[in-house]
């Protein structure tokens, strides 16, 4: 009897065995399925349309991180990389301006300059849009309000494409540092292609990089298509009567007969008040493309001018030339208005004391001035 108590015990101690394991085997079962259980997919709460007042934001400018722009007749352009829109996604010309960068260039197209195009609000800007606001009888705030862009249209897209020449390439050389270097120089050209495109679509570099951002700008190569501004005129103004520069705004405009405007530049004056002429000038000479006599009395600082004070050097002509691409000499001797080899800087820095423009103001302003147009000079 005591044996058969024994093995009662064990069956019953092996059956509480195999409760405990499947007990066990369940709950391990039951914690596997619950940790490899999907979670509820959420949706996402709908994006607000930004406020066209507000600043930009991350989610605003998200839709701009796309390929440059591609024109093709009027299609609408694919917008480029940046944190605002350059462009505005609309059909049918002409149209009103929808961001700052199209109202820079519709004025550009008008003969009014805020500089190099960048998209940027600045001094320059504010000032371009005073001149178009004096032009069209609009309240005069340099902000580009309702009321301004209702009246400042783009009469074609804004954005158009240039392909790369080998006779582009061929130009390019370095800028050698010293003035005798330049003097020896076959020209005094653009340095890279970056440069040379800014120039003629009178952009800021970062502008055309901004429109171009998949290109490699150290390996250009002809046949290469960039998206560029379309700066061609609207219409190209008639001769001048006379022009006029602020010298506290660092402003140059030409007028015609009726006193309205033609042009609006911003410019460079003298660093040294002495060196600013005021009153009535006149043009003396025009000269597209002008070679430069360097004077070393005019740079004291320069080692020609500690090793060879009576040595004038001549240096070739070419945009990076100290005058640019025109020197419009005035009668005042020494005195004149021309480019410049930076066009950035225009009206940010000052000079020996002539009037400094944009290389491509500069030409504008040559195809409408004549010898002996008055040119007023004032505070």
């Not at 120039?199 to 171009?212: C, G």
């Not at 405007?261 to 008040?273: E, Y």
Request: charged share 20%; glycine share 6%.
């Amino acid at each position: 009897m005591l044996n058969a108590g024994v093995r009662s015990d064990q069956k019953n101690s092996f059956l509480w065995l195999l409760v405990i394991l499947m007990a066990a085997g369940l709950a391990w079962f039951w914690w596997k399925a619950a940790k490899t259980k999907p979670h509820p997919v959420r949706k996402p709460p709908l994006a607000k349309a930004p406020d066209a007042k507000a600043p930009a934001t991350k989610a605003a400018a998200a839709v701009t991180h796309s390929p440059p722009p591609v024109m093709v007749s009027n299609a609408l352009p694919v917008q480029p990389k940046t944190n605002a829109p350059l462009v505005a996604f609309a059909a049918g010309y002409p149209r009103q301006v929808q961001t700052l960068f199209e109202a820079q260039l519709a004025l550009e197209r008008q003969g009014i300059s805020a500089g190099s195009l960048d998209g940027k609000i600045g001094s320059q800007t504010r000032a371009a849009i005073r001149a178009f606001q004096r032009q069209a009888d609009l309240p005069i705030t340099g902000e580009l309000d309702a009321h301004t862009k209702s009246n400042l249209n783009l009469s074609t897209p804004p954005i158009t494409t240039y392909v790369v020449t080998s006779d582009d390439l061929a130009r390019l050389q370095p800028l050698r540092k010293t003035w005798t270097a330049k003097s020896q120089q076959t020209a005094l050209d653009y340095e890279t292609i970056l440069e040379l495109v800014s120039e003629k679509f009178h952009s800021h570099p970062a502008l055309i990089k901004q429109l171009n951002p998949m290109v490699s700008w150290t390996n250009v190569t002809a046949g290469t298509a960039l998206q560029v501004p379309d700066v061609a005129m609207d219409e190209v103004p008639s001769k001048a009567a006379f022009a006029r520069i602020s010298l506290s705004q660092k402003i140059l405009e030409a007028f015609d007969t009726e006193s309205n405007l033609l042009v609006h530049f911003p410019c460079s004056i003298a660093q040294k008040v002495e060196k600013r002429p005021v009153g009535e000038l006149h043009v003396a000479v025009v000269a597209p493309n002008p070679n430069y006599t360097f004077d070393p009395q005019l740079f004291p600082e320069s080692a020609e001018a500690k090793e060879a004070p009576d040595v004038k050097l001549i240096l070739p002509p070419g945009p990076n030339n100290p005058v640019g691409a025109v020197w419009i000499g005035l009668d005042k001797p020494g005195y004149g208005m021309h480019g410049t080899p930076r066009p950035e800087d225009v009206g940010r820095t000052e000079s020996h004391g002539c009037f400094r423009l944009a290389n491509w103001n500069a030409e504008l302003l040559l195809k409408i001035s004549w010898i002996g147009m008055p040119v007023y000079v004032e505070p």
